[in-house]
Each structure stands twice: as structure tokens, then as C-alpha cells.
């Protein structure tokens, strides 16, 4: 039996350890916020919906990822559950109010409509600030931090530009009939 050791061996067992263990920390998360959403609003549809939006935030701030740092190491990689937490919390606001408005009788259109420039911007002040939170961190020296903070600044934008953008037309394509 041989076994290897070393520095570089231990950092490459520990990432493969906390990136699996972030996958799992992930899909419990992502399903614990589905089922609280569900709980909430007392229906699975729009909370189905806003959780497509959020994977879709979550896939364009994979790319960014890649684009901006291209890896993640031993601290960013828990930004996945930071965007599930935080991300759908626009999803939630939006759904909300397009809900109530539903409730009093509005067309889809203009539900959809009324709710956008309702909460639109607030949703995006929320983002921008929480954005701007984030990247403060990434002036600390400390390179694990810097880039977590990178990294989940630019992904709680596209998250949020998801619950703007995504969700309203998802929304739209499956409440327009009713």
C-alpha cells in the first residue's frame, strides 16, 4: 500500500472534501428553501418558478466565476449556498406582490407589469447594496476572502437580474392563460 504526502496533497483532498460537501450543503439547501417557499405561499407553482429563476442566476454566476477569478478555492466554493439564501430572496419579494396583485383580481399582464415597477427597485437597491458588501471584501489581502467576496458581490447581481428579468417571463408564459 502506497500513500502519498505533502502539502499539495492535502490542499487537493481538502478541496475535493469541501467541494463535495458544498454540492450536498447545495442541494439541501436549495430544497429546504423550495419547501419554505411552498409552506409560505401555500402552493408549489410560483415557488417552482422563482427556483428556476434562481438556478438560472446561479448558472450565469458559474460563468462569471469562470470568467472573473477562473477557480474557486477552499472559501469561495461556499458561495453557492450564500446565492441560494440570498437569491432567492428576491424571488420571494416578487412572487409576493405579483401574487397579491393576482388576488385582487389583476390580469397576469398587468400584474406583472405593476409588480415590476413596483418592486424592481427596490429589489435592485437590495442587490446593489448587499453587491457592494461583498466586494468590500475584496480589497482585504487575504486572497481566499478577496475572491470570495468577488465572487459573491457579482453573483448576487446576476441572481437578481434572474428575479428581475427571468422570472416575470417564466411567470407570464405559465400564468397567462388563467
Same mark, same amino acid.
Given at each position: 500500500? /502506497?500513500?502519498?504526502?505533502?502539502?499539495?496533497?492535502?490542499?487537493?483532498?481538502?478541496? =475535493?472534501?469541501? =467541494?463535495? @460537501?458544498?454540492?450536498?450543503?447545495?442541494?439541501?439547501?436549495?430544497? $429546504?428553501?423550495?419547501?419554505?417557499?411552498?409552506?409560505? &405561499?401555500? $402552493?408549489?407553482? +410560483?415557488?417552482?418558478?422563482? !427556483?428556476?429563476?434562481?438556478?438560472?442566476?446561479?448558472?450565469? *454566476? &458559474?460563468? #462569471?466565476?469562470?470568467?472573473?477569478?477562473?477557480?474557486? !478555492?477552499?472559501?469561495?466554493?461556499?458561495?453557492?449556498?450564500?446565492?441560494?439564501?440570498?437569491?432567492?430572496? #428576491? $424571488?420571494? #419579494?416578487?412572487?409576493?406582490? #405579483?401574487? =397579491?396583485?393576482?388576488?385582487?383580481? %389583476?390580469?397576469? !399582464?398587468?400584474?406583472? /407589469?405593476?409588480?415590476? %415597477?413596483?418592486?424592481?427597485?427596490?429589489?435592485?437597491?437590495?442587490?446593489?447594496?448587499?453587491?457592494?458588501?461583498? &466586494? *468590500?471584501? $475584496?480589497?482585504? +489581502?487575504?486572497?481566499?476572502?478577496?475572491?470570495?467576496? /468577488?465572487?459573491?458581490?457579482?453573483?448576487?447581481?446576476?441572481?437578481?437580474?434572474?428575479?428581475?428579468?427571468?422570472?416575470?417571463?417564466?411567470?407570464?408564459?405559465?400564468? %397567462? @392563460?388563467?
Amino acid at each position: 500500500k /502506497i500513500g502519498l504526502t505533502g502539502l499539495p496533497i492535502m490542499e487537493h483532498d481538502e478541496m =475535493q472534501s469541501s =467541494q463535495s @460537501s458544498m454540492f450536498w450543503a447545495s442541494v439541501v439547501s436549495l430544497i $429546504g428553501v423550495a419547501l419554505l417557499f411552498i409552506a409560505g &405561499f401555500g $402552493g408549489i407553482r +410560483h415557488a417552482m418558478l422563482a !427556483n428556476a429563476a434562481l438556478l438560472i442566476g446561479m448558472a450565469w *454566476a &458559474f460563468g #462569471y466565476v469562470t470568467l472573473s477569478i477562473g477557480h474557486l !478555492n477552499i472559501l469561495s466554493v461556499s458561495f453557492t449556498v450564500t446565492l441560494i439564501g440570498i437569491g432567492i430572496d #428576491y $424571488g420571494v #419579494y416578487y412572487s409576493a406582490r #405579483y401574487l =397579491q396583485l393576482r388576488g385582487q383580481r %389583476r390580469g397576469c !399582464n398587468e400584474a406583472l /407589469i405593476e409588480t415590476s %415597477r413596483g418592486v424592481g427597485p427596490a429589489i435592485l437597491t437590495g442587490a446593489v447594496t448587499t453587491a457592494v458588501a461583498f &466586494f *468590500a471584501a $475584496g480589497f482585504t +489581502h487575504f486572497t481566499g476572502i478577496a475572491e470570495l467576496g /468577488i465572487i459573491a458581490g457579482g453573483g448576487i447581481l446576476l441572481c437578481a437580474v434572474s428575479q428581475l428579468v427571468v422570472l416575470p417571463g417564466i411567470i407570464c408564459l405559465v400564468d %397567462r @392563460s388563467s
